[in-house]
């Protein structure tokens, strides 16, 4: 049902028509939820690693390895959200409701079945994994003491993350934000009472920092779950709509698996860009990781607003107003190419100081700080890659993508990271500059892709 703009400008942001009314007011409203939802889990994890952190550095390593398969895990799994985001914004788009909660339902079906799958992988495969890493066997210990506990709950996990990510992609980002948030303080508060064994509860070690994630996550789960079910959000799903769909399944799959593949080979990238910087010895490495501590906190503002771009584009698209779904998205361009212009000021100005935070270690300040001014390179175009990526992700057209992404890391990016550090005297500073080189030349493909204007005519 359409609203007036006046009736539309009463409605509460949960229930507001994106496609109706001010474009910059409608991406304020979508966006501002998710840099505090987003933020929100940075931070835990953040503060899950201070405590681990209280049990020597046995438990950082192993801890800190089991993270990165785990990571690499998540990032298939966001891949297939790709696809369910892209659907349920078209079809509530479309005002096609009852269309988007049969997706919502089939989406965590296969939230169920992937995870169930990932979690027999992690819990099978997982230390064969990490032995790759050629660790010492105390390390091992650890991390597989953490990883076995993450992937017992890796259903919840999956299916917490997949509902959040329905709930958004129907328009309503206020919700989640309070069950994300729930969730953490649940996370941050139990973590030092099992890890270290505080009050009541059992000194259970780097398995407890593990638990405490999987508890908040099957809390988030439950709350997401009935808010669904109980229609106190857009969408309202019944049994009925877990009737097993094959056909549209296979949609959110085939829309999900190149932003998965695109996903695993930027995890992959990473992971050979680490191993280019450790040749040249533990302070490159600790400021490589710092820089990418920093860096998460820079990306935020651009993870959130191209969300919420991305769900503009979906809605507006869906609504068959592909001229609104553009113009929404160079709104958010704008804004977020202003944010980005401030921050690299600050860091240009400041990068000796950011780094402090992090160490007193003045050669690691030192290193850090020309590694962060670098950074700043790309930095300052990063609202195209951001924005434009997520945009032509919402739309479902998401080969483009993958195409984009394989060729800034695998032509671009780790080539030149190989000859600039081997074969010049920028040595290790030559990593960095050939990342930033990665992330300029994919913003100037994203600009020119986003202007062919084919995201506009893609079928889900």
């Known amino acids: 049902m359409a609203y007036t703009e006046e009736e539309n400008e009463k409605k509460s942001p949960a229930n507001r028509d994106w496609t109706q009314g001010s474009i910059f007011q409608n991406l304020l409203l979508l966006s501002w939820p998710m840099v505090l939802l987003e933020s929100m889990f940075v931070i835990s994890q953040v503060i899950d690693m201070i405590w681990v952190g209280r049990l020597g550095p046995d438990a950082i ?199 998965l593949v695109m996903n695993i080979q930027r995890s992959l990238g990473n992971f050979i860009l680490t191993y280019f910087v450790a040749p040249f010895g533990t302070l490159p490495v600790a400021a490589h990781s710092l820089v990418s501590r920093v860096q998460l906190f820079i990306f935020l503002p651009g993870m959130a607003l191209g969300m919420g771009a991305g769900v503009l584009v979906g809605q507006n698209l869906g609504a068959g107003q592909p001229e609104r779904a553009e113009k929404s998205v160079w709104f958010a361009v704008a804004l977020l190419q202003g944010l980005m212009i401030v921050a690299c000021l600050i860091l240009l100005v400041w990068a000796e100081g950011i780094i402090g935070v992090f160490t007193q270690d003045p050669e690691l300040i030192e290193i850090g700080a020309v590694f962060t001014r670098i950074a700043t390179a790309g930095f300052v175009v990063v609202a195209f890659v951001s924005v434009l990526q997520n945009a032509i992700a919402g739309a479902g057209d998401t080969v483009p993508n993958m195409l984009i992404s394989l060729g800034a890391i695998w032509v671009i990016v780790i080539p030149l990271a190989y000859v600039l550090s081997n074969n010049t005297s920028l040595e290790v500073y030559g990593i960095r500059w050939a990342i930033a080189a990665g992330t300029v030349s994919s913003a100037i493909v994203y600009s020119i892709y986003f202007k062919l204007g084919r995201w506009k005519h893609k079928k889900v």
């Open 61 to 259: 390593a192993g801890v800190g390895i089991a993270n990165i398969i785990i990571m690499l895990v998540m990032s298939m799994d966001f891949g297939l959200i790709v696809g369910v985001r892209a659907m349920v914004a078209r079809f509530v788009g479309a005002r096609d409701i009852p269309g988007a909660n049969h997706i919502a339902a089939q989406a965590i079906i296969l939230g169920v079945v992937w995870g169930g799958m990932m979690m027999t992988v992690g819990l099978f495969a997982g230390e064969s994994i990490m032995r790759l890493f050629g660790l010492e066997e105390v390390v091992i210990t650890e991390g597989m003491a953490y990883m076995r506990v993450m992937f017992i709950g890796w259903i919840a996990l999956d299916v917490n993350v997949m509902t959040l990510y329905i709930i958004q992609s129907a328009g309503d980002t206020i919700r989640p934000m309070w069950i994300e948030g729930f969730a953490r303080i649940i996370h941050v508060t139990l973590c030092p009472l099992f890890v270290l064994g505080l009050w009541i509860f059992p000194e259970i070690g780097v398995k407890g920092a593990a638990l405490s994630n999987v508890i908040a996550q099957t809390v988030g789960m439950v709350v997401a779950l009935w808010l669904l079910f109980s229609g106190r959000t857009r969408l309202q799903i019944s049994l009925k709509d877990f009737r097993p769909d094959p056909g549209i399944i296979w949609r959110i799959i085939k829309i999900g698996v190149p932003a």
